[in-house]
């Protein structure tokens, strides 16, 4: 873990942190390590949805973007343009379906997230 390292590496120079009480508290509950961090570990509700929305959108876009780069790859090859000359073309396809498989299996999380958060506990 990055902070352990930090507080390892640098408490004898932030004014003797002790390093045990910090560990502790990491490893024990959210609340004492976002206290001693100064930063919020857990995300909101409002938070999670935002990211979500946000994954949606980057995916339309690169889905757009894949849709035009095969266009173009296709009016490419139509007009006869040498398969060497296409090497960047491909690879930026490639980058483009690569990012899709990401922001697709992110997605999916979130939409699973969602199903569970709206499921409530059963009387």
């Given amino acids: 873990?990055?902070?352990?390292?930090?507080?390892?590496k640098l408490g004898r120079h932030l004014g003797g942190i002790?390093?045990?009480?910090?560990?502790?508290?990491?490893?024990?509950?959210?609340?004492g390590a976002e206290r001693i961090l100064g930063i919020r570990l857990?995300?909101?509700?409002?938070e999670v949805e935002a990211e979500c929305r946000r994954i949606r959108g980057l995916l339309g876009r690169y889905k757009e973007e894949e849709r035009r780069l095969t266009d173009l790859y296709r009016e490419l090859k139509l007009l006869g343009v040498a398969p060497s000359d296409?090497?960047?073309?491909?690879k930026r396809m490639r980058e483009v379906r690569r990012r899709i498989r990401l922001y697709r299996e992110i997605e999916k999380r979130c939409q699973g997230r969602?199903?569970?958060s709206q499921v409530g506990p059963q009387s």
Avoid: P, Q
Wanted: hydrophobic share 40%; net charge negative.
């Fill in 42 to 46: 857990e995300e909101t509700e409002a």
């Fill in 18 to 31: 002790d390093v045990e009480k910090v560990k502790s508290a990491l490893r024990s509950r959210a609340e």
């Fill in 114 to 116: 969602s199903v569970s």
């Fill in 1 to 8: 873990m990055e902070v352990e390292y930090l507080i390892e």
């Fill in 86 to 90: 296409l090497e960047a073309l491909k």
